[in-house]
């Protein structure tokens, strides 16, 4: 994404948020949509967090201005709906041309990687699939073109080290294409929950092992006592 970026710059001549607004935002009508990295909070945009091991801070996230092609877009829930209804749309939109979206959505032979899109299935349903993520955010697409049906999840905090945030909002995405193709959905395990709290916890206890270990190693450095040599005089 980093590279595509970088090309789609050098042969238009344009900024990639610059292009962004003027091939994508403005004609899907995003207009509470950015890929400007200097855009912040203070602009309308939700702050983000951080959950570290169970505790969450905010995190006023900043994005890499020299890779804003890879995940430096924010966009509101409608602008999102707009978005996932171009994707399935039979119409250009003036963005693309039916041939182009389905060639954006079809993934080379013997593969499941179409252009962004992961080709997946929920039950019998064919579906696509895009999830992402930065420090302090997280988002999943689902799309099944054929019912037409689109769904998306957005979150403004993420986990760490470990992505418990990322998989949950894929699981919550996965959950409710399933219930809008007719499907039944299993309540979550409590056993989940547990497991997740084991994973922070081992983790922990790891980091904190480690650290005591750094610590032990150092003692005798920190017991050594540089003397100078003594000048005797005869």
């Known amino acids: 994404y980093e590279v595509l970026g970088l090309v789609l710059e050098r042969v238009t001549g344009l900024a990639y948020p610059d292009l962004v607004q003027r091939d994508l935002l403005g004609p899907l009508d995003m207009a509470h949509s950015t890929a400007a990295p200097s855009a912040t909070p203070d602009a309308g945009l939700a702050c983000g967090h951080q959950d570290w091991f169970g505790f969450k801070q905010v995190l006023r996230e900043g994005f890499a201005p020299a890779i804003p092609s890879a995940g430096a877009l924010r966009a509101s829930p409608r602008d999102m709906g707009a978005y996932l209804a171009f994707h399935l749309s039979a119409t250009d939109g003036g963005v693309l041309t039916p041939e182009q979206l389905?060639?954006?959505?079809?993934?080379?032979?013997?593969?499941?990687?179409?252009?962004?899109?992961?080709?997946?299935?929920?039950?019998?349903?064919?579906?696509?699939?895009?999830?992402?993520?930065?420090?302090?955010?997280?988002?999943?697409?689902?799309?099944?073109?054929?019912?037409?049906?689109?769904?998306?999840?957005?979150?403004?905090?993420?986990?760490?080290?470990?992505?418990?945030?990322?998989?949950?909002?894929?699981?919550?995405?996965a959950d409710a294409m399933r219930l809008l193709l007719g499907e039944q959905v299993a309540a979550p395990s409590p056993w989940a929950t547990w497991g997740e709290l084991a994973t922070k916890v081992g983790l922990l206890a790891g980091l904190l092992a480690s650290l005591a270990v750094l610590v032990l190693r150092q003692l005798p450095r920190w017991r050594r006592v540089e003397r100078a040599p003594a000048l005797v005089l005869r």
């Open 102 to 173: 389905e060639a954006l959505h079809r993934p080379p032979p013997g593969t499941t990687y179409a252009m962004g899109w992961s080709a997946r299935t929920l039950g019998a349903q064919p579906v696509l699939l895009h999830n992402g993520s930065t420090p302090a955010f997280t988002a999943t697409m689902v799309l099944a073109t054929e019912p037409g049906l689109g769904v998306v999840v957005m979150t403004n905090t993420n986990a760490f080290p470990l992505p418990f945030v990322e998989l949950s909002t894929r699981r919550i995405a």
